[in-house]
Nanobody, 126 residues
């Protein structure tokens, strides 16, 4: 059974960078599309970025385009979210999630993803 674990969160100053990782429990990830979502206090969970199983298609929310980069290393069963030029409004719990369907070509939803990690806190503050 697939399980996902996020790592790499933390506290960073505005303008700084962090890289989040999403690793499986050894189950091959190359059959799964992976999405990154985030949820700030009092707000709904929102999609941040998404990558297809072979990495050939990616999708970004408008709010992070040009600042965040999603990538994957299927040999290591890991997906990454490189976050640059971080802003206070990026503060949230970040979740990765897996879908058996290649949903990243369209507006994807939380219900497209069946397996979720536990989340990683990212705080952007001076």
């Amino acid at each position: 059974q697939l399980r996902l674990v996020e790592s790499g969160g933390g506290l960073v100053q505005p303008g700084g960078s962090l890289t989040l990782s999403c690793a499986s429990n050894g189950v091959r990830l190359d059959y799964w599309a992976i999405g990154w979502f985030r949820q700030a206090p009092g707000k709904e969970r929102e999609g941040v970025s998404c990558i297809h199983s072979k990495g050939d298609s990616t999708n970004y929310a408008d709010s992070v385009k040009g600042r965040f980069t999603i990538s994957r290393d299927n040999a290591k069963n890991t997906v990454f979210l490189q976050m640059n030029s971080l802003r206070p409004e990026d503060t949230a719990v970040y979740y990765c999630a897996a879908s058996r369907w290649e949903v990243c070509y369209r507006e994807y939803k939380t219900t497209d993803f069946a397996t979720w990690g536990q989340g990683a806190q990212v705080t952007v503050s001076s």
